[in-house]
């Protein structure tokens, strides 16, 4: 962050945590930089004649600047809109962790120095509910293996593991808030709590983990749609194919460097959008899900 002492030069050359290893191990970059430097080295040294395309054949780089400013404002926008859709996933899967331990908070407030069994309860729960939740969110099948850890570590019980097993995900959030409710439930009876207001609060903590989970899930499911995400492909390409037909009847020495920047930024930020939208997995921008299960 120090720019005086040579930091914007270091950042420059950063290569890790950063869009550089994908694109330079993108196929498409290299295939599409073979072709320029390959059209490039025909014309530079007259193996195409270039009064070929000249004539109603011209290729006109004002007309490529129509296309590369079309290309520029979809993808632009894409990844504005990847970028504000990673803020929100992040905004409520904070929530989520946040309001499960507030439930959490309160439920041992109320009941704990009466019988600190039900904090213990509902505690397992919650964690049950959020290791479960967020593996299936990222994509990893909870295995036998691993049921049998979540058993071995006390957040499960054997009958609990039968009848989760066998349900869907959705199903298998419900039941398990149902769980915790009953669980809230028994608490207040065993605890004989009296004050309204203070259960009332305790339920409403509750209820905000379901919704904030809720609110997380769709997001999740509502992608940008297929269609904007493959013609924003097919700009980038041919976009890209135009640079590298209308480049290499550049002269200049500085032709290829232009084109390998240009396509460097157009595929780097494509990259980097598709990270952005969905940020559950081993990218460097993804959450570090399992550090924050580990720490909560």
Known sequence: DNLEGGGMLLMLFTVKN????????????????????????????????????????????????VVSAMTIFFEVFYTGHS?????????????????????????????YAKDPRYTWMAGRLIRLFLITFFL????????????????????????????????????????????????????FQATDQKNAPAMAGVMNRLLASEESYRNLLEIHRMPV?????????????????CLCWGLAQDPSAFA????????????????LAKQLADPFGEDEVDFPISLWLHND
């Open 83 to 111: 970028y504000q859709r990673y803020l929100h996933l992040h905004h409520w899967v904070n929530e989520t962790f946040q309001a499960c331990n507030r439930y959490t908070f309160s439920l041992m407030a109320m009941t």
């Open 256 to 271: 290829p460097l232009v084109f390998f920047v240009a396509t460097f930024i157009f595929i780097g930020m494509l990259e």
């Open 136 to 187: 299936d969110l990222t994509g990893t099948e909870i295995t036998s293996d691993r049921w049998a850890q979540l058993v071995q570590a006390k957040l499960l019980r054997p009958q609990e593991r039968e009848l989760l097993s066998h349900l869907p995900f959705a199903a298998r959030n419900v039941k398990i808030f149902q769980w915790i409710a009953r669980t809230h439930d028994e608490a």
């Open 18 to 65: 950063t869009v550089v290893p994908l694109v330079l191990f993108y196929k498409a970059f290299w295939l599409f930089a073979a072709i320029h430097i390959s059209c490039w080295c025909l014309f530079r040294f007259e193996y195409i004649d270039a009064t070929m395309f000249e004539g109603i054949f011209a290729f006109s780089m004002a007309d490529m600047k």
């Open 225 to 241: 749609p297929f269609q904007y995400f493959h013609l924003l492909h097919v700009m980038v390409c041919l976009n890209v194919a």
